[in-house]
């Protein structure tokens, strides 16, 4: 390997692949610096008695190179070339050649006991990759509340909050956003639905039991409640007419009774999106 060093450690640029494929970018600069396309060809070893990761860029840069008077007489050549000039790094212990140029890779010992030193006593967000962005919006969930749920609501929800997380623990400031704003009719018969069960306006404690009863649910329980809540909505339908009516704007109301449900059931399933209505 080379004299010149790169130092990984401090900069915290992403993934084990990724730090060992900018060693390799390194490399290959020195080895066809007039390819400058060339991007690191990184991969884990089929075979672990070979190593670690391999760089298999070898025979790619061969079928560019040959007959433009290069220097290299095949893809070992330059697989060795690239070998050479990759820079030390604490990271691996030691390269090899394989086959028609293939660099193979073992990682050090010491290095990954030192990293896993350092995670243990700083944390392991130390091990959190730097990405390019610092914002971002997680749009997921948003069912229709007022028709039935399947098993696609809870399908982008999982996928949602995952990605949350994810861009969480890579410091990014995430927006949860679960948009349950649907106006028209879908809200319209769930006021008709209030008007019909109540109709001097006054909804006692037992009529709200089932919800202060969720506290107490586990998630695939509780599941079955929204589920069971949106096909009780679905049956008023088509018995209810919204715009023109005298109660109109009742729904915002309604809406908004609406989103303190879903929140409270969201948060038993320890999901935290933002709501916009």
Known sequence: MANHVVDL???????????IAKLFEESLRLTVPEELAVEPSIAPC?????????????????????????????????????????????????????????????????????????????????????LPIKRAVVDFSSPNIAKEMHVG????????????RMLEYSNVNVLRRNHVGDWGTQFGMLIEYLFEMFPNGEVNDQAIGDLEACTNLLPNVLCEY??????????????????GSAEETSRLLLCEATAVVMRKCFHLLGITPVYKI
Request: some cysteine.
């Open 9 to 19: 450690d401090q900069e915290n640029v992403g993934s084990l692949k990724q730090q």
């Open 46 to 130: 089929q075979n672990p008695k070979f190593g670690d990761y391999q760089c298999n860029n070898a025979m790619g840069l061969w079928s560019k190179v040959k007959g433009k008077g290069t220097q290299f007489r095949g893809p070992q050549p330059i697989g060795q070339a690239i070998m050479k000039n990759l820079p030390s790094s604490e990271i691996i212990d030691s390269c090899s050649i394989a086959g028609p140029g293939f660099v193979n890779v073992v990682l050090s010992q010491q290095w990954i006991a030192k990293s896993i030193q350092r995670m243990l006593v700083n944390g392991i967000e130390i091990w959190a990759p730097k």
């Open 153 to 164: 609501h809870l399908r982008s929800t999982i996928i949602g909050d995952t990605l949350a």
């Open 226 to 243: 929204l589920y069971n809540l949106s096909e009780d909505f679905t049956r008023f339908y088509t018995n209810c007419q919204v715009v």
